[in-house]
């Protein structure tokens, strides 16, 4: 039998211990984590029929040679403008509900998204189908290379698709245009501007006031796409000066690198737009003044 002022200090120290846990889980706790799934979780769910897999990528042939199964193909095609006008840019809502419709979803389907591609790629088909009002849409956390490091079955077979039906709820704050790139570079500014590039990228020239974090760095590597957990997530955008509660635009060359971003400041909680011209339109047509260097100004 535990005597009694031995009994209270375990119980002390117990719930001690206890409380450092729930704090150190709850600090881990995201805004959104409906947003990333695992693949553990995507094996269980594999033949839900609400449940849409979709493999993002330029080339088909890559997905006709084995995919997740279940998994449908979506062109990047389908869901972007190409290499005309301003590069990568948002094609017509109709267009959108075309391609969308054609793999099989409907308002309540639940879709999640892998890439055998650069990774980028795939955050830019959930920025899209968070712009078209989709908001049930996750990505597979570590994408293909996760799922095939875990000996997980592949698939050459291609699934027979029931065309969907899916309303758009065009949400517009979502992508942000010129105009709030150049309010949010003038100072004094509550909206922060964070280039998604390479360092290399960004000391060559950004916008002014722009902080920066290579998309790189909140995934393990590119090529193990697996997320940091939401604790390093916060102390990365810290470390550049991204405090919690401020507006944020992100933007990179052409708009890949800052769809990833726009999903990790999303996902953290961050009330977050995509500069889709990013410093393309910027620089390149626009010719607008950029800074050079590794200060924001």
């Not at 193909?73 to 990568?88: A, E, P, R, Y």
């Not at 704050?173 to 360092?199: C, H, N, Y």
Request: contains cysteine.
């Amino acid at each position: 039998m535990i005597p009694r002022a031995r009994g209270l200090a375990v119980a002390v120290i117990s719930s001690s211990i206890f409380a450092l846990s729930s704090l150190c889980c709850a600090s881990d706790i995201v805004a959104h984590p409906e947003m990333l799934v695992s693949t553990a979780w995507l094996a269980d769910h594999l033949n839900d029929a609400n449940v849409v897999v979709l493999q993002v990528g330029h080339d088909r042939s890559a997905y006709q040679k084995e995919h997740i199964p279940t998994a449908r193909f979506l062109s990047t095609n389908d869901f972007t403008t190409g290499h005309t006008g301003l590069m990568v840019e948002l094609p017509t809502v109709e267009k959108l509900r075309q391609s969308f419709e054609e793999l099989g979803i409907n308002d309540d389907t639940r879709v999640v998204v892998y890439t055998t591609d650069w990774y980028p790629v795939a955050s830019r088909a959930f920025f899209t189908l968070d712009y078209f009002g989709h908001t049930n849409t996750a990505l597979l956390d570590g994408s293909l290379a996760q799922w095939k490091a875990e000996n997980r079955p592949v698939t050459a077979d291609e699934p027979r698709i029931i065309k969907g039906r899916v309303t758009p709820h065009v949400n517009e704050s979502e992508l942000a245009l010129l105009t709030d790139a150049k309010v949010a570079s003038q100072p004094p500014s509550q909206v922060i501007l964070v280039d998604s590039r390479p360092q290399k990228r960004y000391t060559a020239g950004h916008l002014p006031g722009a902080a920066n974090i290579f998309w790189e760095d909140t995934v393990a590597s590119s090529n193990k796409p697996i997320f940091l957990t939401p604790n390093n997530l916060r102390r990365l955008f810290a470390s550049r000066g991204i405090a919690t509660g401020h507006k944020l635009i992100t933007y990179c060359e052409i708009g890949l690198q800052a769809s990833h971003m726009y999903f990790v400041a999303k996902y953290l909680g961050y009330d977050v737009s995509m500069f889709d011209g990013s410093f393309y339109q910027w620089d390149d047509v626009e010719h607008l003044a950029s800074v050079k260097g590794n200060s924001p100004r």
